[in-house]
Protein backbone atom coordinates (compact mmCIF):
# COMPACT_ATOMS: atom_id res chain seq x y z
CA UNK A 1 0.00 0.00 0.00
CA UNK A 2 3.10 2.93 0.93
CA UNK A 3 4.25 1.81 -2.27
CA UNK A 4 1.43 2.61 -4.18
CA UNK A 5 1.10 6.22 -2.76
CA UNK A 6 -1.72 4.42 -0.03
CA UNK A 7 -0.41 5.77 3.39
CA UNK A 8 -3.36 6.85 5.46
CA UNK A 9 -4.64 4.05 8.03
CA UNK A 10 -8.15 4.55 7.09
CA UNK A 11 -7.65 3.60 3.53
CA UNK A 12 -5.29 0.73 3.97
CA UNK A 13 -7.70 -0.45 6.17
CA UNK A 14 -10.53 -0.15 3.82
CA UNK A 15 -8.33 -1.76 0.99
CA UNK A 16 -7.26 -4.80 3.29
CA UNK A 17 -10.71 -5.15 4.89
CA UNK A 18 -9.01 -4.79 8.43
CA UNK A 19 -9.54 -2.32 11.21
CA UNK A 20 -8.10 1.06 10.92
CA UNK A 21 -6.40 0.52 14.52
CA UNK A 22 -4.85 -2.29 13.71
CA UNK A 23 -3.64 -0.31 10.05
CA UNK A 24 -2.23 2.02 12.70
CA UNK A 25 -0.50 -0.10 14.82
CA UNK A 26 0.84 -2.05 11.67
CA UNK A 27 2.14 1.50 10.47
CA UNK A 28 3.64 2.27 13.88
CA UNK A 29 5.83 -0.84 13.88
CA UNK A 30 6.99 -0.36 10.82
CA UNK A 31 8.56 3.20 11.04
CA UNK A 32 9.61 1.91 14.37
CA UNK A 33 12.00 -0.08 12.34
CA UNK A 34 12.80 2.60 9.82
CA UNK A 35 10.68 1.00 7.01
CA UNK A 36 8.56 3.68 6.71
CA UNK A 37 9.09 7.39 7.49
CA UNK A 38 6.82 9.67 9.69
CA UNK A 39 4.26 10.35 6.62
CA UNK A 40 3.84 6.52 6.18
CA UNK A 41 6.41 6.36 2.78
CA UNK A 42 8.52 3.94 2.18
CA UNK A 43 12.56 4.53 2.98
CA UNK A 44 15.67 3.14 1.42
CA UNK A 45 15.72 0.37 3.90
CA UNK A 46 12.04 -0.34 3.51
CA UNK A 47 12.28 -0.51 -0.41
CA UNK A 48 14.98 -3.35 -0.06
CA UNK A 49 13.12 -5.36 2.18
CA UNK A 50 9.83 -5.27 -0.10
CA UNK A 51 11.74 -6.04 -2.75
CA UNK A 52 13.37 -9.06 -1.54
CA UNK A 53 10.44 -10.12 -0.26
CA UNK A 54 8.53 -9.81 -3.66
CA UNK A 55 11.61 -12.06 -5.30
CA UNK A 56 11.58 -14.38 -2.46
CA UNK A 57 7.79 -14.73 -3.09
CA UNK A 58 8.29 -15.61 -6.55
CA UNK A 59 10.60 -18.21 -6.13
CA UNK A 60 9.18 -20.05 -3.07
CA UNK A 61 9.72 -23.80 -3.15
CA UNK A 62 7.17 -25.86 -1.02
CA UNK A 63 9.52 -28.84 0.74
CA UNK A 64 9.22 -30.93 3.66
CA UNK A 65 11.88 -32.09 5.75
CA UNK A 66 12.47 -34.67 8.34
CA UNK A 67 13.58 -34.62 12.09
CA UNK A 68 14.75 -37.53 14.37
CA UNK A 69 11.66 -37.49 16.96
CA UNK A 70 14.13 -38.82 19.74
CA UNK A 71 16.98 -36.55 19.20
CA UNK A 72 15.48 -33.57 17.18
CA UNK A 73 18.38 -34.13 14.88
CA UNK A 74 17.18 -33.44 11.19
CA UNK A 75 17.49 -35.54 8.23
CA UNK A 76 20.10 -34.93 5.91
CA UNK A 77 17.34 -34.67 2.82
CA UNK A 78 14.77 -32.39 1.64
CA UNK A 79 11.67 -33.36 -0.19
CA UNK A 80 9.52 -31.54 -2.76
CA UNK A 81 7.00 -34.15 -2.17
CA UNK A 82 6.10 -36.75 -0.26
CA UNK A 83 6.13 -40.01 -2.00
CA UNK A 84 4.50 -42.64 -0.46
CA UNK A 85 5.42 -46.65 -0.57
CA UNK A 86 2.47 -49.17 -1.34
CA UNK A 87 0.92 -51.45 1.51
CA UNK A 88 -1.89 -53.30 2.13
CA UNK A 89 -3.71 -53.90 5.68
CA UNK A 90 -4.73 -57.52 6.41
CA UNK A 91 -7.23 -58.49 9.64
CA UNK A 92 -5.02 -57.05 12.37
CA UNK A 93 -4.66 -53.54 10.73
CA UNK A 94 -0.74 -54.19 10.91
CA UNK A 95 0.71 -52.77 7.37
CA UNK A 96 2.56 -54.86 4.97
CA UNK A 97 4.87 -53.51 2.25
CA UNK A 98 4.18 -54.12 -0.83
CA UNK A 99 7.41 -55.33 -2.96
CA UNK A 100 8.17 -57.08 -5.46
CA UNK A 101 5.87 -56.82 -8.89
CA UNK A 102 2.40 -56.61 -9.70
CA UNK A 103 2.11 -60.35 -11.08
CA UNK A 104 4.24 -61.51 -8.30
CA UNK A 105 4.15 -58.76 -5.51
CA UNK A 106 6.06 -59.72 -2.21
CA UNK A 107 4.40 -58.87 1.24
CA UNK A 108 6.96 -58.08 4.07
CA UNK A 109 6.09 -57.01 7.48
CA UNK A 110 8.05 -53.95 8.74
CA UNK A 111 9.60 -53.48 11.89
CA UNK A 112 7.66 -50.38 13.37
CA UNK A 113 9.32 -49.05 16.46
CA UNK A 114 6.91 -47.56 19.30
CA UNK A 115 7.63 -43.80 18.98
CA UNK A 116 8.22 -42.61 23.17
CA UNK A 117 9.68 -40.24 25.11
CA UNK A 118 10.32 -38.35 21.85
CA UNK A 119 10.93 -34.47 21.71
CA UNK A 120 8.81 -31.66 19.97
CA UNK A 121 11.03 -29.11 19.09
CA UNK A 122 10.84 -26.38 15.82
CA UNK A 123 14.25 -26.90 14.22
CA UNK A 124 16.28 -22.97 13.24
CA UNK A 125 15.96 -21.71 9.29
CA UNK A 126 19.81 -22.46 9.77
CA UNK A 127 19.49 -25.95 10.72
CA UNK A 128 17.14 -26.30 7.64
CA UNK A 129 19.80 -24.62 5.09
CA UNK A 130 22.15 -26.96 6.60
CA UNK A 131 20.13 -30.06 6.01
CA UNK A 132 19.50 -28.97 2.13
CA UNK A 133 22.97 -27.82 1.68
CA UNK A 134 23.95 -31.82 3.06
CA UNK A 135 21.62 -33.55 0.43
CA UNK A 136 22.95 -31.37 -2.25
CA UNK A 137 26.77 -32.72 -1.20
CA UNK A 138 25.42 -35.70 -0.87
CA UNK A 139 23.79 -35.96 -4.50
CA UNK A 140 27.45 -34.53 -6.01
CA UNK A 141 29.07 -37.81 -4.58
CA UNK A 142 26.33 -40.28 -5.18
CA UNK A 143 27.89 -41.37 -8.42
CA UNK A 144 30.90 -41.47 -7.72
CA UNK A 145 31.88 -44.54 -8.46
CA UNK A 146 32.01 -44.85 -12.37
CA UNK A 147 34.06 -46.74 -14.95
CA UNK A 148 35.70 -44.82 -17.71
CA UNK A 149 32.94 -45.90 -20.23
CA UNK A 150 30.14 -45.59 -17.42
CA UNK A 151 27.15 -44.02 -17.48
CA UNK A 152 26.21 -41.32 -14.90
CA UNK A 153 23.32 -41.43 -12.67
CA UNK A 154 21.20 -37.59 -12.65
CA UNK A 155 19.28 -36.81 -9.97
CA UNK A 156 17.11 -33.79 -10.12
CA UNK A 157 19.02 -30.74 -8.66
CA UNK A 158 17.73 -29.25 -5.26
CA UNK A 159 16.47 -25.92 -4.48
CA UNK A 160 18.58 -22.92 -3.84
CA UNK A 161 17.35 -21.55 -0.40
CA UNK A 162 18.55 -18.68 1.44
CA UNK A 163 16.05 -18.41 3.89
CA UNK A 164 12.99 -20.57 5.82
CA UNK A 165 8.82 -20.05 6.25
CA UNK A 166 7.53 -21.82 8.01
CA UNK A 167 3.43 -23.36 7.09
CA UNK A 168 2.73 -25.81 9.96
CA UNK A 169 4.45 -24.88 13.08
CA UNK A 170 3.79 -28.58 14.56
CA UNK A 171 5.41 -31.62 12.91
CA UNK A 172 3.79 -34.52 10.89
CA UNK A 173 4.41 -38.04 12.21
CA UNK A 174 5.59 -40.32 9.96
CA UNK A 175 7.52 -43.54 9.38
CA UNK A 176 10.02 -43.33 6.46
CA UNK A 177 10.54 -46.94 4.75
CA UNK A 178 13.54 -48.38 4.39
CA UNK A 179 16.05 -51.65 4.59
CA UNK A 180 18.44 -52.38 6.76
CA UNK A 181 20.60 -55.50 5.93
CA UNK A 182 23.89 -57.77 6.28
CA UNK A 183 26.04 -57.56 3.41
CA UNK A 184 26.49 -61.02 1.76
CA UNK A 185 29.65 -63.09 2.66
CA UNK A 186 30.43 -59.88 5.04
CA UNK A 187 32.49 -58.14 2.62
CA UNK A 188 30.99 -54.96 3.06
CA UNK A 189 33.12 -52.67 5.04
CA UNK A 190 30.15 -52.29 7.87
CA UNK A 191 28.49 -55.33 9.73
CA UNK A 192 24.98 -53.91 9.18
CA UNK A 193 24.25 -51.16 6.32
CA UNK A 194 20.91 -49.49 6.26
CA UNK A 195 19.64 -48.13 2.73
CA UNK A 196 18.92 -44.79 2.47
CA UNK A 197 15.20 -43.52 2.56
CA UNK A 198 15.40 -41.71 -0.70
CA UNK A 199 17.29 -43.82 -2.87
CA UNK A 200 20.88 -42.14 -2.30
CA UNK A 201 22.04 -46.06 -1.62
CA UNK A 202 23.52 -46.59 1.68
CA UNK A 203 23.54 -43.69 4.31
CA UNK A 204 25.91 -43.74 6.94
CA UNK A 205 23.80 -40.78 8.76
CA UNK A 206 21.04 -43.07 9.55
CA UNK A 207 23.36 -45.80 10.30
CA UNK A 208 25.17 -43.47 13.25
CA UNK A 209 21.63 -42.45 13.99
CA UNK A 210 20.33 -45.82 14.88
CA UNK A 211 23.56 -47.06 16.74
CA UNK A 212 22.95 -44.19 18.72
CA UNK A 213 19.45 -45.20 19.48
CA UNK A 214 20.47 -48.93 20.03
CA UNK A 215 23.34 -47.74 22.79
CA UNK A 216 21.11 -45.82 24.14
CA UNK A 217 17.89 -48.44 24.03
CA UNK A 218 15.43 -46.33 22.46
CA UNK A 219 14.07 -48.32 19.96
CA UNK A 220 12.49 -51.16 21.41
CA UNK A 221 13.29 -54.35 19.87
CA UNK A 222 16.35 -53.19 17.53
CA UNK A 223 18.64 -54.80 19.01
CA UNK A 224 17.05 -58.57 19.16
CA UNK A 225 16.20 -57.59 15.21
CA UNK A 226 19.99 -56.67 14.18
CA UNK A 227 21.39 -59.49 16.36
CA UNK A 228 18.75 -61.88 14.36
CA UNK A 229 19.73 -60.69 10.94
CA UNK A 230 23.79 -61.31 11.84
CA UNK A 231 22.95 -64.49 12.19
CA UNK A 232 23.91 -67.87 14.81
CA UNK A 233 27.49 -67.67 14.15
CA UNK A 234 28.30 -64.11 15.30
CA UNK A 235 25.84 -64.54 17.68
CA UNK A 236 27.71 -67.68 19.53
CA UNK A 237 31.18 -65.23 19.09
CA UNK A 238 29.98 -62.44 20.02
CA UNK A 239 28.04 -62.44 23.28
CA UNK A 240 26.60 -58.79 22.09
CA UNK A 241 25.89 -56.42 19.03
CA UNK A 242 28.79 -53.94 20.63
CA UNK A 243 31.58 -57.18 20.85
CA UNK A 244 31.21 -56.98 16.98
CA UNK A 245 30.83 -53.87 16.20
CA UNK A 246 33.75 -52.38 19.15
CA UNK A 247 36.10 -55.15 17.12
CA UNK A 248 35.04 -54.02 13.18
CA UNK A 249 35.71 -50.57 14.39
CA UNK A 250 38.06 -49.80 16.79
CA UNK A 251 41.41 -51.32 15.09
CA UNK A 252 40.36 -49.60 11.89
CA UNK A 253 39.92 -46.04 13.52
CA UNK A 254 43.44 -46.23 14.97
CA UNK A 255 45.19 -47.31 11.96
CA UNK A 256 43.91 -44.42 9.97
CA UNK A 257 45.16 -41.97 12.92
CA UNK A 258 48.33 -43.51 13.19
CA UNK A 259 48.79 -43.12 9.19
CA UNK A 260 47.43 -39.43 8.96
CA UNK A 261 47.26 -38.13 12.84
CA UNK A 262 44.37 -37.53 14.77
CA UNK A 263 43.99 -33.80 12.17
CA UNK A 264 41.96 -36.15 9.50
CA UNK A 265 39.01 -36.24 12.37
CA UNK A 266 38.24 -32.66 10.64
CA UNK A 267 36.79 -33.95 7.40
CA UNK A 268 34.39 -36.71 8.71
CA UNK A 269 33.02 -37.57 5.61
CA UNK A 270 36.75 -38.70 4.62
CA UNK A 271 37.81 -40.27 7.59
CA UNK A 272 34.82 -42.64 7.73
CA UNK A 273 35.26 -44.04 4.36
CA UNK A 274 39.54 -44.34 5.06
CA UNK A 275 37.64 -46.17 8.54
CA UNK A 276 35.56 -48.54 6.09
CA UNK A 277 39.01 -49.42 4.05
CA UNK A 278 41.16 -49.97 7.06
CA UNK A 279 37.98 -52.21 8.12
CA UNK A 280 37.84 -54.15 4.70
CA UNK A 281 41.36 -54.81 4.75
CA UNK A 282 41.69 -55.85 8.42
CA UNK A 283 38.59 -58.56 7.84
CA UNK A 284 40.51 -59.76 4.36
CA UNK A 285 43.61 -60.56 6.90
CA UNK A 286 41.46 -63.10 8.61
CA UNK A 287 39.92 -64.65 5.38
CA UNK A 288 41.09 -68.31 4.67
CA UNK A 289 37.96 -68.65 1.78
CA UNK A 290 39.38 -67.84 -1.88
CA UNK A 291 36.21 -66.45 -3.30
CA UNK A 292 35.67 -64.50 0.01
CA UNK A 293 38.90 -63.24 -0.56
CA UNK A 294 38.46 -62.18 -4.02
CA UNK A 295 35.48 -60.82 -3.33
CA UNK A 296 36.54 -58.37 -0.40
CA UNK A 297 39.78 -57.83 -2.24
CA UNK A 298 37.18 -56.03 -4.92
CA UNK A 299 35.36 -53.86 -2.37
CA UNK A 300 39.08 -52.46 -0.93
CA UNK A 301 39.28 -51.25 -4.49
CA UNK A 302 36.13 -49.94 -5.16
CA UNK A 303 36.53 -48.02 -1.69
CA UNK A 304 39.89 -46.85 -2.12
CA UNK A 305 38.79 -45.04 -5.69
CA UNK A 306 35.90 -43.88 -3.37
CA UNK A 307 38.40 -42.16 -1.03
CA UNK A 308 40.27 -40.72 -3.71
CA UNK A 309 37.09 -39.76 -5.62
CA UNK A 310 35.97 -37.85 -2.46
CA UNK A 311 38.95 -36.06 -2.07
CA UNK A 312 39.17 -34.76 -5.17
CA UNK A 313 35.61 -33.13 -5.40
CA UNK A 314 36.35 -31.65 -1.96
CA UNK A 315 39.18 -30.26 -3.89
CA UNK A 316 36.50 -28.73 -6.34
CA UNK A 317 34.71 -26.47 -3.83
CA UNK A 318 37.62 -23.91 -2.70
CA UNK A 319 39.70 -24.85 -6.06
CA UNK A 320 36.92 -24.59 -8.87
CA UNK A 321 37.54 -26.25 -12.34
CA UNK A 322 34.09 -25.57 -13.62
CA UNK A 323 35.29 -24.67 -17.55
CA UNK A 324 38.83 -25.93 -17.28
CA UNK A 325 38.00 -28.67 -19.88
CA UNK A 326 37.98 -25.91 -22.21
CA UNK A 327 41.78 -26.00 -22.68
CA UNK A 328 41.66 -29.04 -24.45
CA UNK A 329 41.14 -30.20 -27.89
CA UNK A 330 38.01 -32.20 -28.61
CA UNK A 331 40.78 -34.81 -30.47
CA UNK A 332 42.21 -36.58 -28.07
CA UNK A 333 45.63 -37.09 -29.71
CA UNK A 334 46.32 -33.66 -29.51
CA UNK A 335 45.32 -33.65 -25.50
CA UNK A 336 48.84 -35.88 -24.70
CA UNK A 337 51.24 -32.92 -24.99
CA UNK A 338 49.29 -30.10 -23.26
CA UNK A 339 48.09 -33.30 -20.50
CA UNK A 340 52.03 -33.65 -19.59
CA UNK A 341 53.03 -30.23 -19.70
CA UNK A 342 50.12 -29.52 -16.91
CA UNK A 343 51.27 -32.46 -14.99
CA UNK A 344 55.34 -31.30 -15.32
CA UNK A 345 54.19 -27.82 -14.37
CA UNK A 346 52.64 -29.28 -11.65
CA UNK A 347 55.52 -30.87 -10.78
CA UNK A 348 54.75 -34.82 -11.43
CA UNK A 349 56.46 -37.26 -13.23
CA UNK A 350 55.68 -37.46 -16.97
CA UNK A 351 54.91 -39.02 -19.55
CA UNK A 352 51.31 -39.47 -17.88
CA UNK A 353 50.61 -42.90 -17.73
CA UNK A 354 48.14 -44.03 -21.21
CA UNK A 355 45.15 -44.57 -19.11
CA UNK A 356 45.20 -41.02 -18.35
CA UNK A 357 45.92 -39.37 -21.74
CA UNK A 358 43.20 -41.56 -22.95
CA UNK A 359 40.27 -39.94 -21.18
CA UNK A 360 38.53 -37.88 -23.93
CA UNK A 361 37.57 -34.10 -23.42
CA UNK A 362 33.81 -35.03 -22.64
CA UNK A 363 34.52 -37.37 -19.24
CA UNK A 364 36.91 -34.61 -18.46
CA UNK A 365 34.07 -31.92 -18.67
CA UNK A 366 31.39 -33.59 -16.63
CA UNK A 367 34.22 -33.86 -14.00
CA UNK A 368 35.00 -30.32 -14.49
CA UNK A 369 31.52 -28.90 -14.48
CA UNK A 370 29.28 -31.40 -12.31
CA UNK A 371 31.76 -33.35 -10.81
CA UNK A 372 30.87 -36.47 -12.03
CA UNK A 373 32.95 -39.33 -13.64
CA UNK A 374 35.48 -41.54 -12.75
CA UNK A 375 38.65 -41.15 -11.09
CA UNK A 376 40.73 -40.75 -14.18
CA UNK A 377 38.42 -37.86 -15.29
CA UNK A 378 38.70 -35.82 -12.27
CA UNK A 379 42.37 -36.29 -11.58
CA UNK A 380 42.44 -34.33 -14.90
CA UNK A 381 40.24 -31.91 -14.07
CA UNK A 382 42.11 -30.92 -10.88
CA UNK A 383 45.06 -31.12 -13.16
CA UNK A 384 43.57 -28.44 -15.14
CA UNK A 385 43.19 -26.20 -11.94
CA UNK A 386 46.72 -26.19 -10.83
CA UNK A 387 47.99 -23.28 -12.93
CA UNK A 388 45.63 -20.86 -11.68
CA UNK A 389 46.81 -21.01 -8.03
CA UNK A 390 50.76 -21.73 -7.21
CA UNK A 391 49.62 -23.32 -3.81
CA UNK A 392 46.90 -25.90 -5.35
CA UNK A 393 46.92 -28.86 -3.20
CA UNK A 394 48.02 -30.93 -5.59
CA UNK A 395 50.87 -29.04 -6.80
CA UNK A 396 51.41 -29.18 -2.65
CA UNK A 397 51.25 -33.31 -2.84
CA UNK A 398 53.50 -33.33 -6.32
CA UNK A 399 56.30 -31.88 -4.14
CA UNK A 400 56.36 -34.96 -1.74
CA UNK A 401 54.73 -37.58 -4.34
CA UNK A 402 55.77 -36.89 -7.73
CA UNK A 403 54.45 -40.66 -9.03
CA UNK A 404 51.31 -39.86 -7.37
CA UNK A 405 49.00 -39.68 -10.74
CA UNK A 406 50.77 -42.90 -12.00
CA UNK A 407 49.70 -44.81 -8.41
CA UNK A 408 46.16 -43.26 -8.84
CA UNK A 409 45.89 -44.45 -12.57
CA UNK A 410 47.52 -48.08 -11.56
CA UNK A 411 44.25 -47.79 -8.94
CA UNK A 412 41.79 -46.76 -11.48
CA UNK A 413 43.19 -49.58 -13.76
CA UNK A 414 42.84 -52.16 -11.07
CA UNK A 415 38.94 -51.39 -9.76
CA UNK A 416 37.87 -51.39 -13.90
CA UNK A 417 39.76 -54.62 -14.20
CA UNK A 418 37.98 -56.15 -11.10
CA UNK A 419 34.89 -54.49 -12.06
CA UNK A 420 34.81 -55.91 -15.57
CA UNK A 421 36.18 -59.43 -14.51
CA UNK A 422 33.71 -61.09 -12.04
CA UNK A 423 33.34 -64.05 -13.90
CA UNK A 424 36.54 -64.45 -16.11
CA UNK A 425 39.34 -63.16 -13.49
CA UNK A 426 42.27 -61.62 -15.59
CA UNK A 427 46.06 -61.40 -14.55
CA UNK A 428 45.24 -57.71 -13.08
CA UNK A 429 42.75 -59.46 -10.89
CA UNK A 430 44.31 -58.78 -7.13
CA UNK A 431 44.37 -62.63 -5.43
CA UNK A 432 46.31 -61.06 -2.29
CA UNK A 433 46.44 -58.08 0.36
CA UNK A 434 50.12 -57.69 -1.16
CA UNK A 435 48.50 -56.93 -4.48
CA UNK A 436 46.97 -53.69 -3.41
CA UNK A 437 49.36 -51.92 -1.06
CA UNK A 438 50.37 -49.63 -3.84
CA UNK A 439 46.96 -48.90 -4.07
CA UNK A 440 45.72 -48.26 -0.66
CA UNK A 441 48.81 -46.61 -0.13
CA UNK A 442 48.37 -44.29 -3.19
CA UNK A 443 45.05 -42.96 -1.60
CA UNK A 444 46.86 -42.22 1.57
CA UNK A 445 49.08 -40.08 -0.19
CA UNK A 446 46.80 -38.37 -1.73
CA UNK A 447 45.21 -37.45 1.26
CA UNK A 448 48.16 -36.51 2.97
CA UNK A 449 49.76 -34.23 0.28
CA UNK A 450 46.57 -32.02 -0.71
CA UNK A 451 45.50 -31.71 3.52
CA UNK A 452 49.15 -31.32 4.33
CA UNK A 453 48.85 -33.94 6.56
CA UNK A 454 51.57 -36.08 7.88
CA UNK A 455 51.85 -39.93 6.71
CA UNK A 456 53.42 -43.31 8.10
CA UNK A 457 52.52 -45.79 6.50
Not at 236 to 265: H, M, Y
Not at 286 to 306: A, H, N, Y
Not at 386 to 393: G, I, L
Request: charged fraction near 30%; hydrophobic fraction near 35%.
Amino acid sequence: MCRAGITEAAKIGHHLDIGKDLTALIISQLADRYYVDSRGNLTQKGQKVLEDETFIAQEATVGFIFQDPWTGDLFPRFAEREEYAEVRFKDSEFPELILGTTGKPDYRRPFMPQVKNTIEQQPSPNEIIKAVREHERTLKNVSRIKDDDGDTWVFEKLPTLDRVSFIDDKPTDLWLATCIYVPEDSSSANVWNVCDPFGLGDSPWLLRQLEKHRKNQRIHGLEKLLLNMLGDQRKEQFSNLDDWLTRADGEACLQVEDKLTPAIRRWEELFDDLVALERLYIEAEEVTDCKILLGKLEDILTKSQKVAERLLKMLQQNYPTKGKADRLSDRRELNRQPLNDYAENAGFRQPLAPGLLSVDRNSIRKAADYGNGSLRALILATLLATPDNSTHPLRLAAQQYPDLLHLLDELAEKRNAAAHSSNQRGDTQPRELADLARQIDAVYRLVAGTLQLSYQP
